[in-house]
């Protein structure tokens, strides 16, 4: 995957202070929009090379990098305790570089990605031609296995106390492929703190129930109907109580959480790239 342009942005934040690297795939030939895309918990942008490419074949600008905390960073620390206000921040920098190429923008969140796109865009109401959701984190049924020993429950356990959340690659997809790639990928870490897991909880349910409208702007919304992370059930009722003009639902019936991963995969792109082709004539883009 070659890298036409590297971004370097400082971004400052209360707990920390350091240069955060976004990353910038130039789409061949004239480009036809901009895809901001945002990972899931625990992982990193390297794993979305194949669709990056993708897009980029297909006259998209990709912007994107590895949430505070995952990635290069996640080598250097023991557990996620990040404060979600920082992946907001980050994903903030990514939409302002985004808005420079004048082009119209889609969001494009995978997991807790999509949650925080959601966030994000209710908060700032970017304008956005469009926005792709795939199995957003609004109701966890892979739970932690300490938390589902733990008589005493999340409430009574020490904040700083390390916990892992057992998520492994075959709990993601069916893809043999993938797993042999990434089965010893050494910037995935799914060790996190009680602190970290209870913020996520909360920020589901802030997200859920929400009470400020969500923009009027088209939303796909796609899920495995095999999810072993994740109840597609709940991410499907949060799109339907959305007043949005044009929402699209497409579950995956054999599919697992992680769809761009999955062997169908070429199936899931032609699907989304349809729904971002309509969404650009719908705003008078010629295709």
Partial sequence: ?????IEYVKIEIESMRREVIMW?????????AVVVFIHSAYEHHRRYAWLIEKLRT??????????????????????HDEDFRDY??????????????????????????????IQIERKHKYECAGMILTSPWMHLIHQPSKLSNALTGLSKLTGNMKIHHDITVKQLTRSYEFYKEEKDDIYYNSVITVNW?????????????????FPDIPVLLMNGGNDKIVSPAHSKKWLMQQNISELQYKEWKVCYHDLYQEPERNDIYQYMESFIYN???????II
């Fill in 1 to 5: 995957m070659e890298q036409k342009n």
């Fill in 24 to 32: 910038k795939w130039e789409a061949e030939g004239q480009a036809k």
């Fill in 58 to 79: 297909s006259g998209m600008h990709v912007i994107t990098g590895d949430l505070p905390g995952h990635g290069e960073e996640s080598r250097r620390k023991k557990a």
């Fill in 88 to 117: 907001a921040k980050f994903i903030r920098q990514m939409m302002q570089i985004a808005f420079t190429y004048n082009l119209p923008i889609f969001i494009i969140g995978h997991g807790l990605g999509a949650t925080l796109a």
């Fill in 197 to 213: 897991y209870r913020e996520l909880h909360q920020f589901m349910k802030n997200v859920v129930i929400a009470t400020e409208e």
């Fill in 279 to 285: 969404a650009l004539r719908n705003i008078g883009y």
